[in-house]
């Protein structure tokens, strides 16, 4: 028994009030194991506050090139009667520029189909070109827990490790590196003297 | 749809072709559901998921050392960046994956034997040295490649290598630091230094690929944009920097040949053995057969725990249908 796990798409906020962006995917067995491999392989690095994931199945996406074509976009299906709309959360990509990451959190709309939700995010969200679309069902999205206790244990140990800054290495130079005083308290050097 | 799938015998072909190298020239980024040449998602996915492999076997020879670290520091900066090459492979396994391969292929392909990944990581990592020249120089190497890979036309791929270059710029610098010190060391710390210099020099000029004219994938890689550079322009940026950094630290480079030229301004190598790099890359290499039996191994090993998650999954979703 090797079967693949589902793949889950996964976001993250760098900072409070700062969109959550698109950064990749993760496999996992269920949300909270989605949640944890996706703080481990996204978050190493500061900055983090909060993380999202879905499963990549219930992400509806569109390129622009794929809403020039699509007539059946256009159309509007009348929802079943008594039917009652959805909270869906849109992204969207606006640039071409270098970047770490994809579609960004730009708001939520309600409709009664993906394709709804997208004709709404697109008369809503008109004031920047969108390169790519994505619309996600909002019950089907976990969230990393917000209190500060998780916050901080989840996001705050990839602050204290400096080493994996470049910075740290800052001062290296082929005739001198420096020695900083870290080196001295590990004992840089001795372990081969 | 006709033409969805990116084939010339698509009767539209020529003519979607012809939009997309429009928009790989104005600089804009393919994106997953975008019309492209299925030759340029084939050639996708064979490169990204070679590296994607290389960043995971590329784990293995540094790994043996993490016990080993002569210092708490050394072990703590070797112990994140094995995981940043883990991380670096789930990146790249993501963005093959947005082109119609699973994962579960791509391990499949590795575990077999089947797939390649970078020839550097067949060398044996013999000294602590070892650890220190493979960040200077192999991750230095790799960096010129990755910078340039940055710029790749789809979107996925160049999004996982700018994450990959800022975290992978404090691979080089910790390893240069590394090697730096030693070099100015007690005599026994700089002959090792010089030792592993001397072994890792040829494989790192090796690992960026052929040279131009035996690699008969690269002009579509650059007319589309997948790469912007050729092997043996990143290799000559590789020398120009790294050359005269062994040098200035009072060590050498195994290649009597390496000189200067004023004209070009670029530092000329001696003819690399191209025979041991095709050994290498078909499986002859010094570890080849070590780094399979190793993945395998941690397959293997694994299962117990892949297995628990699935049960605890499972359970938890019998228990949410419960209520």
């Given at each position: 028994m090797d079967t693949q796990w589902p793949r889950w798409e996964v976001f993250k906020q760098d900072a409070p009030g700062k969109p959550h962006q698109a950064v990749g995917s993760v496999h996992a067995a269920d949300p909270e194991h989605a949640l944890l491999t996706a703080r481990n392989v996204f978050a190493r690095r500061p900055q983090a506050v909060s993380m999202w994931v879905v499963r990549a199945e219930e992400v509806f996406s569109w390129t622009k090139e794929e809403i020039a074509q699509d007539p059946a976009l256009r159309g509007e299906s009348r929802p079943a009667l008594g039917s009652r709309p959805t909270t869906y959360l849109v992204f969207r990509k606006t640039s071409h520029k270098r970047s770490m990451t994809f579609v960004d959190h730009v708001g939520e709309v309600e409709a009664y189909s993906p394709q709804g939700a997208l004709r709404e995010a697109l008369a809503r969200f008109s004031d920047a070109e969108g390169l790519v679309w994505w619309v996600v069902p909002a019950e089907k999205v976990y969230k990393s827990d917000p209190s500060q206790e998780t916050v901080e244990s989840w996001f705050d140990p990839a602050k204290e490790k400096t080493y994996k800054q470049q910075q740290y290495y800052a001062t290296v130079s082929a005739s001198r590196p420096k020695r900083r005083k870290e080196d001295e308290a590990f004992g840089e050097g001795c372990a081969h003297c | 749809m006709p033409g969805r799938y990116g084939v010339p015998t698509d009767p539209d072909y020529q003519e979607r072709l012809a939009e997309f190298e429009a928009r790989i020239r104005r600089g804009e980024k393919i994106e997953p559901g975008d019309w492209m040449p299925e030759e340029y998602r084939r050639q996708l996915i064979r490169m990204i998921s070679q590296h994607a492999h290389s960043e995971v076997v590329g784990m293995l020879p540094e790994g043996a050392w993490i016990t080993r670290a002569p210092t708490l520091k050394r072990k703590m900066i070797l112990v994140a960046k094995v995981q940043d090459e883990a991380g670096h492979g789930q990146y790249l396994y993501h963005a093959a994956e947005t082109l119609g391969i699973s994962r579960e292929a791509m391990l499949e392909a590795l575990l077999s034997g089947k797939a390649k990944y970078s020839s550097i990581f067949n060398y044996p990592t013999l000294t602590w040295a070892d650890i220190g020249t493979i960040g200077w120089l192999v991750d230095g190497a790799a960096i010129k490649n990755q910078t340039m890979l940055a710029q790749c036309s789809y979107g996925p791929y160049s999004r996982a290598m700018v994450r990959i270059c800022a975290e992978e710029t404090f691979h080089h610098k910790q390893g240069k630091e590394m090697v730096l010190l030693y070099a100015q060391g007690t005599p026994k710390q700089r002959a090792m230094a010089q030792d592993a210099i001397n072994r890792w020099w040829w494989p790192a000029l090796m690992m960026l690929g052929p040279h131009d004219k035996d690699s008969p994938n690269t002009e579509v890689l650059v007319r589309w944009g997948i790469k912007t550079k050729t092997n043996d322009q990143v290799r000559q940026e590789f020398i120009n920097e790294h050359a005269p950094e062994i040098l200035a630290a009072g060590l050498s480079i195994p290649d009597p040949e390496l000189r200067y030229d004023e004209k070009s301004g670029n530092w000329l190598h001696g003819p690399i053995n191209w025979d041991e790099f095709w050994q290498v890359v078909s499986?002859?290499?010094?570890?080849n057969k070590e780094r399979l039996e190793a993945r395998r191994r941690a397959h293997a090993e694994g299962a117990w725990v892949r297995e628990a998650l699935e049960a605890y999954a499972a359970k938890q979703k019998k228990a949410a249908v419960a209520v």
């Open positions: - | 499986g002859n290499g010094p570890m």
